[in-house]
């Protein structure tokens, strides 16, 4: 069994206040969507979320920490994790309460999200003896939106969402377990992501048919790549079914908000990926797309350290803890894994893991990240089931 880190915390309770047809804060400007206070969102789905994921690592990769806040207006959830990877641990602390009335206050127990300069500068502040921080992210580059990313299983839809990505430096103060680490600009790189709609949260739902009669040739192949180089940035991101059928495909490269170029397209990108012997670990890949008029863009990537998100980051799969359970008020708790633990390491390659990436393009060298998962069939990558591995 994975070790806790510490005993479980719980902050003091809020006492419940019943305001349902009371106007929220956010009701004072004039951001409204539809003909409803900014309490509800317009869809009675139980899985709707709006959430925020960021990143933060040196140029080795030794250090990586990933981080985020979500709220879950039907599940009245707000919750929010840290996870860090150093060597072979990954130290994880996770808050959960009530969601407030109040949506400009990101803020649950000892975390919280401060907005600066919208979409430029932000302040991430966790206050833990396990992980802690006090980070200010400063955008290198503008945000870019990408293609709406809809997902549907026997009809229904499970995914159905919009986000934006950016990638930027930090500067401030990390803490592990009590040792302080300087953060500065020149060093300290990452990217990060808002998205909101609709997604699978919160408690399983019943299976129903699906555990009757499960998919014989399931398969997830996802690939998101975010990376910034001096002159640009790029983020590339494509999803295929199990017969490499793709249903989500990006290709951007972003250029300085001083030029006043908007975002170039480049294509439909491809993708060979160089994975570990005996497994489904990537070790690199070589990405290839296309200028208008044909000129070829190729990076090269490198994999350098890694998180896998299920494991304490409480995304799909983790057994500990996900995103919109309701653990009761004030719920934090803290948690170290041994990734070399044979209960956990079973688990990472039926995960999206995120790897630091070193990455060359025309020359320059960049640095970002190289999000992957493939589990079950893949047949362009040659693995057949879910037993399958590279050769």
Known sequence: MPALAGDRTRLPARPAKETALMPVPLDEYPVHQVPLSMRHVATSDRNAYDRCYLNAHDRTGEIFLVTGLGVYPNLGVIDAYATVRR???????????????????????????????????????????????????????????????????????????????????????????????????????????????????????????????????????WVYAPLRFEDYALVIIAQELSDGTRILNEASRIWPASSGRPPEQLGWPEFEIRYRSGTRHPVGATLHMTERGGKPVTVEIDTLGFVALNCGAGYGGDPDWGHGQWRGRGWVEPLVLDMNDPAVAGRVPFSVVDHVARAVCDGAEGFGMFEHGTFGRHTPSGFADFASVAP
């Open 87 to 221: 060597g072979d641990r990954q130290l994880s602390v996770r808050m959960s309460d009530a969601l407030s009335d109040d949506r400009t206050l990101q803020q649950v127990g000892p975390y919280r999200i401060e907005v600066i300069e919208p979409l430029q500068r932000l302040r991430v502040v966790l206050d833990h003896d396990t992980v802690g921080f006090d980070l200010t992210w400063t955008g290198s580059f503008p945000v870019i939106d990408e293609p709406a990313h809809v997902m549907r299983s026997a009809g229904r839809v499970i995914l159905d969402a919009q986000r934006y990505a950016q990638v930027g430096t930090w500067s401030g103060t990390l803490r592990i377990e009590g040792e302080e680490i300087a953060v500065t600009e020149d060093r300290w790189l990452g990217t990060r992501d808002r998205s909101w709609g609709i997604r699978p949260v919160g408690e399983a739902e019943p299976a129903g048919r699906a555990a009757a009669e499960p998919a014989e040739d399931f398969g997830f192949w």
